[in-house]
C-alpha cells in the first residue's frame, strides 16, 4: 500500500497570513497517463469532508484562488496564501493512482 | 444541486450485520464510479470501498475484504454497503463519496460527500 506522511500534525496560524502543509508518498504517484494523482481536502469542524484539489495543482470548482497545490513524484505541498477563519480545520491529502486508495494522517489548521 | 444522503447505520453486536445505502441526486448517477470512506471516532479518513460506475468491477480495502459488499442499483440512484461479521473496530462514520471524472477507470479524486451514517459495534 502506498503510505502518505503528512507534516505538520497541526498548525496555529494568523489570519492573512499564509499557511503550507507538506504531504509525502511512499512511492510515486505519476501515472503512465502523464498525469498525478494526489488530492487535497478539507474536513471543516463537524463537517464531511469537501473536495479542494485535484491531481496536484487544479483547484475544484468555487474554490477560493488563495489555494494551491504543488508538487511532484512523491513530494507535495499545500499552500494557503492567506489563512482566513474559515479555512480552519483537518486537511487531508490521498492518493488515487494504486488501489487501496490511501489518506494522510491529516493536518489540523486553527487560528493562531 | 448533487447530494448523497447516507442511512442505515445503528449500534449492531460484534458479529452482526447491516447494509448502509446511499441515496444520490442532482446527477447521472450511473456514470460515475462511487466510494465508501469512513471514519472512526476522532480519527482519519480511510477508504473502505469502490464500485465501477456500471458495477461490474468493485474493490475493497484489506481491513474489510471478504466481509464487506459493495454494490449499486442504477435504476434506484443508490449505493449499498453489505457489512457482515462486524467487529468493534469498523464503528465509525461511513460516507458515500462520488468519483470525479465520467466513466472512469479508476478514482480522479472524490467530489461529492454525503454527511455520513454511524455504525456502532458494541455488545
Known amino acids: 500500500d502506498i503510505v502518505m506522511t503528512q507534516t505538520p500534525l497541526s498548525l496555529s496560524v494568523t489570519p492573512g497570513q499564509p499557511a503550507s502543509i507538506s504531504c509525502k508518498s511512499s512511492?510515486?504517484?505519476?501515472?503512465?497517463?502523464?498525469?498525478?494523482?494526489l488530492h487535497w481536502y478539507l474536513q471543516k469542524p463537524g463537517q464531511s469532508p469537501q473536495f479542494l484539489i485535484y491531481?496536484?495543482?487544479n483547484r475544484f470548482s468555487g474554490v477560493p484562488d488563495r489555494f494551491s497545490g504543488s508538487g511532484s513524484g512523491t513530494d507535495f505541498t499545500l499552500k494557503i496564501s492567506r489563512l482566513e477563519a474559515e479555512d480552519v480545520g483537518v486537511y487531508y491529502c490521498m492518493q488515487s493512482i494504486h488501489l487501496p486508495l490511501t489518506f494522510g494522517g491529516g493536518t489540523k489548521v486553527e487560528i493562531k | 444541486e448533487v447530494q448523497l444522503v447516507e442511512s442505515g447505520g445503528v449500534v449492531v453486536q460484534p458479529g452482526g450485520s447491516l447494509r448502509l445505502s446511499c441515496a444520490a441526486s442532482g446527477f447521472t448517477f450511473d456514470d460515475y464510479n462511487m466510494h465508501w470512506v469512513r471514519q472512526a471516532p476522532g480519527k482519519g479518513l480511510e477508504w473502505v470501498s469502490l464500485i465501477s460506475w456500471d458495477g461490474i468491477s468493485t474493490y475493497h480495502a484489506d481491513s474489510v475484504e471478504g466481509r464487506f459488499t459493495i454494490s449499486r442499483d442504477n435504476s434506484k440512484n443508490s449505493l449499498y454497503l453489505q457489512m457482515n461479521s462486524l467487529r468493534t473496530e469498523d464503528t465509525a462514520l461511513y460516507y458515500c463519496?462520488?468519483?470525479?471524472?465520467?466513466?472512469?477507470?479508476?478514482?480522479?479524486?472524490?467530489?461529492?460527500w454525503g454527511q455520513g451514517t454511524t455504525v456502532t459495534v458494541s455488545s
Open positions: 512511492q510515486s504517484l505519476l501515472h503512465s497517463d502523464g498525469k498525478t494523482y
Open positions: 463519496a462520488k468519483d470525479r471524472v465520467r466513466f472512469g477507470e479508476f478514482s480522479y479524486g472524490m467530489d461529492v
Open positions: 491531481e496536484v495543482s
